[in-house]
Structures are given as structure tokens and as C-alpha cells.
């Protein structure tokens, strides 16, 4: 079964459709990995066996019958990822199951609708898993502010997995799952893609709908596919793409094939490297395993142009007015009122406001909630808040001027490779530190994407590719070129075979 395991979506689809395996036994050899290796690694929060090879024999009914909608093609042709199981981050809310967000704030909650996303990948026939466990709202870069226990990480599980999409991106390192979904607001699809050897991609800001992914900094959240390679992450956009009128970001577009382009040459790409990125505070493995990775691509055709940009050391100061800002908005939701945790025990209404939402939110998310009350409060909106947008802006100003020398732009995801438990968790600071080359992305809403590019200590090591707004059909071509010279993609940690 290893095969299986390893195989491509493209080569589970050919499986699939030439009969060689069915949905419910390809899904019942990833729930039998959940079932192994899930109490080790904690990368999933719920599963439902049931509904999941429910799902899986309407699948196989569904390319019995030759043809199922398409709705990313617009065609009566059978979807290439029909049949195909996935995970969801537990921030996608989908109907019938438990969707957590990592909180005890939500840890009973049973969504009654599913989120776009969902509901497209649905559509496409594919099968879910279950739903990932993930740093508490989305906030944080360890996984470990999960109220349901930390994941590990499977290449050491002594050392954090990434986060706050650390469970999608463990369960596919491990193979407990051939893809996922995960979410991105500092770089929360890219530090953990890099941290565990495996492919991410953040869209573009509102080329995939957030209608059902709960809110943690609504400008700024972009979700994304999670899979082995860059192929794959194509065909999962193509299923994941498209307006929705439920989500006033949503934009109205053409649909692309993301796949168009994967096996263009690369000669004559222009490859800018930023003077910030690959200066001091980069470990050395990394910078090793980046450079040798920037030589792959000249070999492959493409030539390296430095470049500045030269607000960049501005944007995690930024980063950190403008999100937790928007998080205590988003947050304020969650009153134990309508829904959510409510306090067994309590004297008045406002006496239940503060006693419910001290015990469902963590440390992490009751400090972000602060700094945004405090940053838009009387007084200091001004000094703190107005002018982090106006960096904001003098950011997407300079990638708009360094995309006039290059094609894309490429560095390191992260400053290390996976750090061990408690290493950071004692300083903020230091924690906040671990998203410095992916936060700038998300601030202008640009499309980036991590590949594994190399080892240090035997630990994954990340490559960040960005490109200009729409950008992710090349990218991912430029990517999957990479991929087609290397099989630092197709690695897989020894104890998980």
C-alpha cells in the first residue's frame, strides 16, 4: 500500500477511474492510518468513519455512473478528484460535523451549513476525512495554543509541525491523508508546509471565498490547498476557486485551469531575490539548502535579479496591529449566548459574558484580543492602527516595483527549520518572528507558496515562491519544474512507512 500512499492525486484519479482500487478501500487505507498513527501525532481532532465511507460509496457510485458535474470545468465530465479523500482544517465549518477551530470556545459545536470550499470539494466528489487540529482561531506558528493538545511533527515529533494549519500539514507528511486544506493569514499554509516537507499554496486575497471559514482577521485570511506537490495543490485550486456571492471579498473572475501552464520551460524566468530576506537571522542549513535550490533553477533556465523591498522589516510590527484589530472584532461574536461555551456558573449577563469567554479562549487569543481592543480604542487608533495600513500600503507598493524586474520573487518560508516544544512559546515575540518572510505576502494580498527544497538536521527546509496578484498559474508552474528535477517533495518521514 505504500504505493497508495505516495502516489499523486493525478495517479489516484487513473486508479480510480480505471477501476484498479475503489473510493471506500483508498479511503479505508487512509482512515486505518488515522486509526494508527493519529494517537501519536494528534493531527486530527475529529473523524467520523461512518460518514466518510458513506461519502466514499456515493463517490464510486458516481464514476460507476461515467460523469458527475464539474463545477470548476463547467462540463458533465467526471472531476478528476472524485473519489479522493481530504481533510479540512477545523476552521471550515461543514455541515453535520464538529468544527472546533481549536477552541474550547467551539469544542461542541456542529456546524449547520458548510463553508464554500467544502461545499465546492464536495461537489468535485471528493471524500472527507475528518477535520485538523489547528492553533486556537488560527492564531499561532507551533500549533501548540490548540486546546485540544499540540500536533507533532512527523519527521521529530519532539519539534512542532508549523501552524496554525500544523494538523493538515502533519497528516500529510505523515500520509494519513493524500491532501488538505488549510488557511492562511501570516503564513499559515507556508510555515507549516515548510516546517513538514510538503507543498502549500496561499491564493491571491479573494480568489478563494471565506463564506464559512471562521474569522480570525477578515482582510487578511485566505485559504488554500495543502498537498505533496505542486500538481496537486493545481488541481485542488481549480475544485476551490471561484466567486461566491455569500463573501463581499470574493472576486468576480474568469475560471482558470491552474494546471495550464505546469509544464512550460522555464527559460528566461526572472527570479528576484530580496537583499531582506537573505540577510541576518536566517539559519545557516537554510540558507544552504535555499541557495542550492536557486542553482536547481538557474540549471532549469531562470536567472536571479536582486531586488529590495524595503518596508519589509515593518510588516510583522504591522502585521501584529492590524490582525489582532480585526480578531477582537471577529471575536466578539463568541458571547456564550447564541452559541459556543457558556459558564456553568454566573450572577448576571455581564457576569456570563466575562466568565464564558475567559474559560473558551486561550492565552494566545485572550492576548491577541487585548492588543486589538487596545489598538482601536479612543485615543490610540490613530497612533497604532491608521498608520500599520499606511505600511500596509508602502508594502504591496514595493512588490508592485519589484514585479517590474522579475517574474516571481523567491527566499526562505521560515527563518528555521521545525523548532522543538516550548522553545517559543515563552516569548510572543519570538513566535511572531517565525512568519517574518511570509507576512509581508498577506499584507498585500499577494498569492506565495512554499516547497520543500532541502534538509537541515534532518528536518524539512521551506522555499517560498511569490508572484504578482493572479499569479498562481505560474507559480505553480515554476514549481512543479522543481519538483519534476527533485524529490525533496516525495520524501517521507521513516517512522510513518
Not at 537573505?278 to 535555499?290: E, H, T, W
Amino acid at each position: 500500500m505504500t504505493d497508495l500512499i505516495q502516489a499523486s492525486l493525478k495517479e489516484l484519479s487513473s486508479a480510480l477511474a480505471q477501476k484498479k482500487i475503489s473510493s471506500v478501500e483508498l479511503t479505508t487505507l487512509f482512515l486505518d492510518r488515522i486509526e494508527q498513527h493519529n494517537p501519536t501525532l494528534n493531527a486530527f481532532v475529529t473523524v467520523d468513519r461512518d460518514k466518510t465511507l458513506a461519502a466514499a460509496q456515493a463517490a464510486d457510485a458516481k464514476i460507476g455512473a461515467g460523469g458527475m458535474k464539474c463545477p470548476a470545468a463547467g462540463t458533465a465530465e467526471l472531476s478528476p478528484l472524485c473519489g479522493i479523500p481530504l481533510a479540512h482544517k477545523d476552521i471550515f465549518c461543514a455541515d453535520g460535523w464538529r468544527t472546533t477551530c481549536g477552541s474550547k470556545m467551539l469544542a461542541n459545536f456542529i456546524a449547520p451549513y458548510s463553508a464554500h470550499v467544502v461545499d465546492q470539494l464536495n461537489a468535485a466528489g471528493m471524500v472527507m476525512l475528518g477535520k485538523c487540529n489547528m492553533d486556537e482561531f488560527a492564531m499561532g506558528s507551533s500549533n501548540e495554543s490548540s486546546f485540544f493538545g499540540p500536533v507533532k511533527n512527523p519527521w521529530d515529533t519532539g519539534c512542532v509541525p508549523g501552524g496554525s494549519s500544523g494538523g493538515s500539514a502533519a497528516a500529510i507528511a505523515a500520509r494519513l491523508a493524500p491532501a488538505a486544506t488549510g488557511t492562511d493569514t501570516g503564513g499559515s499554509i507556508r510555515q507549516p508546509a515548510a516546517l513538514c516537507g510538503l507543498t502549500g499554496l496561499k491564493p491571491t486575497y479573494g480568489v478563494v471565498s471565506r463564506y464559512g471559514m471562521i474569522a480570525f482577521a477578515s482582510s487578511l485570511d485566505q485559504g488554500g490547498p495543502m498537498a505533496k506537490s505542486a500538481e496537486d495543490c493545481a488541481l485542488l485550486l481549480n475544485a476551490m476557486a471561484g466567486f461566491d456571492p455569500r463573501d463581499s471579498t470574493s472576486l468576480e473572475r474568469p475560471a482558470e485551469d491552474y494546471a495550464r501552464d505546469l509544464d512550460k520551460p522555464l527559460d528566461g524566468l526572472r527570479i528576484g531575490l530580496p537583499r531582506e530576506f537573505f540577510g541576518a537571522g536566517m539559519d545557516d542549513g537554510v540558507r544552504v539548502a535555499v541557495e542550492v535550490a536557486l542553482a536547481e533553477y538557474r540549471k532549469l533556465g531562470a536567472t536571479t535579479v536582486d531586488i529590495d523591498l524595503p518596508n519589509s522589516s515593518l510588516s510583522v510590527p504591522a502585521y501584529y496591529v492590524i490582525a489582532p484589530a480585526e480578531a477582537s472584532s471577529n471575536l466578539s461574536r463568541f458571547d456564550g449566548v447564541r452559541y459556543g461555551h457558556r459558564a456553568p456558573d454566573y450572577t448576571d449577563l455581564n457576569d456570563m459574558y466575562a466568565k464564558s469567554r475567559a474559560q473558551g479562549f486561550g492565552d494566545e487569543v485572550k492576548r491577541r484580543i487585548l492588543i486589538g481592543t487596545y489598538v482601536l480604542s479612543h485615543g490610540y487608533y490613530d497612533a497604532y492602527y491608521l498608520k500599520a495600513q499606511k505600511i500596509r500600503r508602502l508594502i504591496a507598493a514595493d512588490f508592485q516595483v519589484a514585479f517590474k524586474s522579475c517574474d516571481v520573487i523567491m527566499g526562505p518560508t521560515a527563518p528555521s527549520v521545525a523548532f522543538r516544544f516550548g522553545e517559543k512559546s515563552a516569548d510572543p515575540v519570538q513566535m511572531y518572528l517565525s512568519d517574518i518572510y511570509t507576512i509581508a505576502v498577506n499584507l498585500a494580498g499577494l498569492p506565495g507558496m512554499s516547497i520543500p527544497c532541502g534538509f537541515d538536521r534532518d528536518l524539512p527546509v521551506g522555499l517560498q515562491i511569490v508572484g504578482p496578484w493572479f499569479g498562481e498559474a505560474r507559480m505553480l508552474n515554476v514549481a512543479h519544474r522543481y519538483q519534476q528535477a527533485t524529490d525533496w517533495h516525495t520524501r517521507m518521514p521513516e517512522a510513518m512507512k
